[in-house]
């Protein structure tokens, strides 16, 4: 595995995206412009809404970024090691163009590979999303980890608690997701410590969201008309 400063993290990640067709874009302002319903930048894929709802975009359906945000949501966990208040995120933005197939195996290639980051495959565990009334079971990210390689023993299907994304305020797109953990190293905090634990052991380092729904429409779309994303938290992880 490699030990990169954020800098070349940053610029690794831009240059994976980028051979991958991606335009790279400058990240937007802290504070939403022609947006009333957050106060700040809250996540890499808040400023890009109205694209993923279907405005074209004049970079092109592929995009790449390193985006500025401050998140107050959950600002009595900050002081631990995986909550910070001002962060940037890593995002690769499909719109309307690929979906899961792609996306999931890009963000095994940039995590795993010897060329990239080169993390050990078995550090690595992934959540899906069980289903429920708004969106169902998420066997085909299941099954795509599996495609890659993954032991169907470092998947787990959790709820919407934790797989679903949005919207980032009152309205806006919404979908479930996949989320990517490392294994810090720390021991288990029970027989059933597996991803998505809160106990520290294993840190969400991913999450690839797939666009499923609108607040407040809340109607379901195609797969084809969904855009997805990926993003990365630049954080060390420390094994106590
Ligand atoms: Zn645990």
Redesign the pocket.
Known sequence: MRNLSSRELRQLYLDFFRSKGHAVIPSASLIPENDPTVLFTTAGMHPLVPYLMGQKHPAGNRLTDVQKCVRTGDIDEVGDTSHCTFFEMLGNWSLGDYFKKESIAWSWEFLTDEKWLGIPKDKLSFTCFEGDADAPRDTISHDRWVEMGVDPSHIVYLPKKHNWWGPAGLTGPCGPDTEIFYDTGRP???PD?KAG??????LEIWNNVWRACSIPTHSPESSSSSASSATILIRKATPR
């Open positions: 288990a905090c029970g410590c634990c809160d106990c520290g052991k294993y």
